[in-house]
């Protein structure tokens, strides 16, 4: 699956499902946590997605609020653990 297809897999789920604003288009460095989007807790919902739709699992340790700020570097997570799992 290419990069620009996560990506847009990623964001359409946030989107749809779990952003406060869901008429917001979210780009890959949309600021998500930070920005009040989505809340921490909302990243175990992201966390079973990625486990679910591309079959990586990405260990609890790495799934901080801070490196899952943006799609971009929740993408990044997936390509870091995707050989692992």
Same mark, same amino acid.
């Given at each position: ?16 499902? &779990? ?17 009040? &989007? ?38 990044? &997570? ?8």
């Amino acid at each position: 699956m290419s990069e620009d297809n996560r990506l847009a897999r990623l964001a359409a789920f946030i989107q749809q499902n &779990l952003s406060k604003d869901p008429r917001r288009t979210l780009e890959p460095d949309t600021a998500l946590i930070s920005s009040g &989007l989505i809340d921490s807790l909302s990243l175990i919902s992201v966390l079973a997605f990625i486990e679910d739709e591309f079959a990586v699992v990405i260990p609890d340790e790495a799934a901080t609020a801070s490196a899952m700020n943006t799609i971009r570097q929740i993408d990044e &997570l997936i390509s870091a653990y995707a050989s692992t799992s």
